[in-house]
């Protein structure tokens, strides 16, 4: 018989991604907030959540059976939580997470991203998460995505061959949506050795820029899509020996390996038959849910650390400075 406790977990910030986004589907095909991944895992119990509107603390309370606070300090108190999940505004992050361990001391730290919009912050939130020793973790899903890790795993494995060049086109601010792809990027090649601005296009609280990134053994360019009528994240990375791309964001990757051309002698061309990843993204949170069961049990896994998180922030930093 299992006698360890089951972890609590409070929530605070009941938006989009906290609670809204999946609070008219019902079951389990789709998993895209804290609040229903942590509530149907039956490793973890949702004890409460915290926000400053009251409807949106009556809808938690009726979902979910359990409490809803306004205030993080009678939440830590009441509950004593071993995770909290920290999903309000960028500009509040620090401030929310000083307050939990004002109040508390729990064992893990889960932050939406992007950490913080200025570099000190999101330093000062990772060192106080490591003075209390807490495991802070960053939710850049795709880092535990099915076909983005088979991707991971294809290019360690040298079945994908590197150099490579890539272009990706992307909507709605470095913060807000490059930030995972960087994130994701330095995943896969390693840190980020140059920043290149090409075009300052808007300015703005979440700019965005046209601009390259230089890694080691390859470099990427970035475009805004100024087209506010479609959100379009698509990314085509070129390898030795074949093209990635990564439709809607990487809700699906196809991979079209190389192959001799049949009308040129020495040519290469793209295989006619490409080979398709699907990835899960009616149930994103799912896969991080179970990641973070995997983290409390010290066993591997491919979460963004605080620590991970810090080099994505500081290749934001650069692309913001140099506008």
């Known amino acids: 018989?299992?006698?360890?406790?089951?972890?609590?977990?409070?929530i605070i910030g009941l938006g989009n991604i906290g609670m809204l986004y999946d609070l008219?589907?019902?079951?389990?095909e789709k998993i895209?907030?804290?609040?229903?991944?942590f509530y149907l895992n039956k490793k973890f119990k949702l004890v409460g959540g915290v926000d400053i509107k009251k409807e949106i603390r009556d809808l938690f309370e009726k979902h979910y059976k359990c409490l809803a606070f306004n205030d993080i300090k009678q939440a830590m108190k009441s509950l004593s939580p071993d995770i909290v999940i920290v999903s309000t505004s960028s500009e509040s992050h620090l401030e929310n997470i000083k307050k939990i361990f004002k109040y508390g001391k729990p064992k893990i730290i889960i932050c939406e991203k992007p950490l913080s919009y200025e570099l000190n912050e999101a330093i000062e939130i990772v060192e106080i998460c490591e003075k209390n020793?807490?495991?802070?973790?960053?939710?850049?899903?795709?880092?535990?995505?099915?076909a983005f890790l088979e991707i991971y795993n294809q290019i360690?494995?040298?079945?994908?061959?590197?150099p490579f060049q890539g272009i990706c086109i992307y909507s709605k601010g470095i913060f807000n949506t490059t930030s995972h792809f960087i994130d994701l990027f330095q995943f896969y090649f390693g840190d980020v050795k140059k920043v290149k601005i090409l075009n300052i296009n808007k300015k703005k609280k979440d700019p965005q820029p046209d601009f390259e990134l230089i890694f080691e053994e390859g470099n990427i360019v970035f475009y805004s899509n100024e087209n506010n009528d479609i959100f379009l994240n698509n990314i085509d990375l070129i390898f030795s020996n074949g093209k990635l791309t990564f439709e809607n964001g990487g809700s699906q990757i196809i991979w079209r390996k190389s192959k001799n051309d049949q009308r040129f002698v020495g040519y290469k061309v793209l295989d006619d038959e490409p080979k398709l990843y699907r990835n899960d993204f009616d149930r994103i949170q799912f896969h991080f849910t179970e990641q973070?069961?995997?983290?409390?049990k010290n066993e591997k896994v491919t979460l963004c650390t605080g620590k991970d998180a810090l080099l994505t922030q500081k290749v934001l930093n650069q692309i913001k400075s140099n506008l």
């Open 292 to 296: 973070i069961n995997n983290a409390l």
């Open 133 to 146: 020793s807490s495991k802070l973790f960053v939710n850049y899903f795709r880092r535990v995505q099915p």
């Open 24 to 28: 008219n589907f019902q079951g389990e």
């Open 156 to 162: 360690k494995l040298k079945n994908i061959h590197i």
């Open 32 to 37: 895209l907030t804290h609040c229903k991944s």
């Open 1 to 10: 018989m299992n006698l360890t406790p089951i972890p609590k977990v409070l």
